[in-house]
C-alpha cells in the first residue's frame, strides 16, 4: 500500500508499506477521504512534540473509510462498514476521560499525531481507540467527504456551546476558513441575529457569504473596530469567534464585544506567545473569555447527528480534492490558504 510519511519538517515522502497484519483486538480501515488540516500544516512545518526527532509519522486525523478487517476478539463492527474516527483518544481512566473529555486527557495518544492517521490506504486502529469509543458509523447517506470534515466540525461545536448563543445576538466570527464556515453554520443554527465574518481574503470571504454570513468586513480595507461599530450603532457584538491564528485578533475580540459579551479565543498561538488585553473590559462590561480545544466523542456524535439531519452543511466546505500520490501538491495548495478545505480521497 502506499503510505504518505513526515520524516522532519518540511518533509513527506510518498512509500511503499506493507498492508497492516492486526492483532486479535484491532481494526484494519481502507481510508477514503482525509482532509488537511492547520494542524498537519503545522506539524509539516515544524513537527510535534509527541513525535520525536528521528521519528517519522503519516499524519491526517480527520477521515473516513471503510472496515476492511476486523479482528476475532473485536465486536460491534463488521467488514464493509462505513465509518469515522475521533482522532483524540483518552487513557480511559484519568478524570478527564472520567468526566467525558477525552480530548482532555493528558495522557493522549492520537491518530496522526502519535500513531500513524490517515494520508495512506490502510490504517490500523488499536484497541485502545475500540475500547475509547472513538469509531463511529458513517449514517448511509452522508459521503465519505462530508464525514472526514465532521472532525474540524466538532471541535467548533465544542467551543459553540459554551457561548450560550441566542436568538438575540450577534456572533461575529474572524477567519472566514472552513473553520469560519462551521462557525457560521452553528450560530445560524442557533438562531442568531446576525452573522459578521471578518477576513483580509476577498475570495474567502466571497466563499463564507453561502455559508450564511450576513455581513462581511474585509479587514484588509476597512478598520474593523470602527466599521463593527458602525454596524452595531456603537454596542459591539455579543459573541466573537477568533478562528484565525493571530495574537492581535486577541484584545481586538475584547474590545469588539457588548456588555455581557463572550469571545472564545479558538485559533491557538504560537508557544509562549504573551498578549496584552485591557482586563478593566472584561471587568465593567462583565464579559467571559473563553478556550476550547479540540472535541469529544460526545461533541462528534452531536456533530454528525447535525450533518445528518441536514442541519449544517459540511460538504460545500470541501473545495480541493487531491489523489494520495499527490500528497506533495495537497499540502503545498493548503498552506496557500486558497480554496476552503482540502481533502485526500481514494
Ligand atoms: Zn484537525
Ligand atoms: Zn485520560
Not at 478527564?96 to 482532555?104: F, I, P, S
Not at 463511529?136 to 467551543?159: R, T
Not at 475584547?254 to 455581557?260: E, N, P, T, W
Amino acid at each position: 500500500m502506499k503510505a504518505a510519511v513526515f520524516h522532519r519538517p518540511g518533509q513527506i515522502t510518498l512509500e511503499e508499506r506493507d498492508i497492516y497484519a492486526i492483532a486479535d483486538d484491532e481494526i484494519l480501515v481502507k481510508t477514503r477521504a482525509a482532509s488537511i488540516c492547520g494542524t498537519d500544516l503545522r506539524i509539516y512545518g515544524g513537527g510535534h512534540f509527541k513525535i520525536r526527532e528521528g521519528q517519522s509519522r503519516v499524519l491526517g486525523h480527520e477521515l473516513s473509510g471503510t472496515i476492511a478487517k476486523v479482528g476475532k476478539l473485536v465486536s460491534g463492527w463488521r467488514e464493509g462498514q462505513r465509518v469515522s474516527f475521533t482522532p483524540n483518544i483518552g487513557c480511559g481512566h484519568c478524570e478527564m476521560c472520567r468526566q467525558g473529555y477525552n480530548n482532555m486527557c493528558p495522557d493522549y495518544e492520537a491518530f496522526g499525531i502519535s500513531l500513524d492517521g490517515s494520508f495512506q490506504e490502510y490504517m490500523k486502529v488499536p484497541a485502545i481507540a475500540i475500547r475509547g469509543n472513538n469509531i463511529f458509523e458513517v449514517p448511509d447517506h452522508l459521503s465519505f467527504e462530508e464525514a472526514a470534515v465532521i472532525e474540524p466540525l466538532s471541535c467548533c461545536y465544542n467551543a459553540f456551546k459554551g457561548l450560550d448563543v441566542t436568538p438575540e445576538d450577534t456572533v461575529l466570527i474572524i477567519g472566514p476558513g472552513p473553520i469560519g464556515a462551521c462557525f457560521v453554520q452553528l450560530a445560524k443554527t442557533w438562531g442568531a441575529k446576525q452573522v459578521i465574518v471578518v477576513g483580509r481574503s476577498a475570495g474567502r470571504l466571497r466563499e463564507i457569504e453561502k455559508f450564511g454570513a450576513d455581513v462581511l468586513i474585509d479587514s484588509s480595507q476597512v478598520d474593523v473596530l470602527a466599521e463593527v461599530m458602525r454596524i452595531t450603532k456603537g454596542r459591539g457584538v455579543d459573541v466573537v469567534v477568533t478562528a484565525a491564528s493571530s495574537p492581535e485578533l486577541q484584545p481586538l475580540s475584547v474590545q469588539l464585544l457588548a456588555v455581557h459579551g463572550r469571545v472564545n479565543f479558538f485559533g491557538g498561538l504560537k508557544k509562549g506567545t504573551r498578549v496584552e488585553i485591557d482586563t478593566n473590559l472584561v471587568h465593567y462590561r462583565g464579559l467571559k473569555l473563553l478556550g476550547t480545544t479540540g472535541s469529544s466523542n460526545e461533541d462528534y456524535f452531536r456533530s454528525m447527528r447535525l450533518v445528518a439531519d441536514g442541519r449544517i452543511n459540511v460538504r460545500d466546505i470541501v473545495s480541493h480534492r487531491f489523489e494520495l500520490a499527490d500528497i506533495q501538491q495537497a499540502f503545498a495548495f493548503a498552506k496557500s490558504g486558497q480554496g476552503m478545505k482540502t481533502l485526500v480521497v481514494q
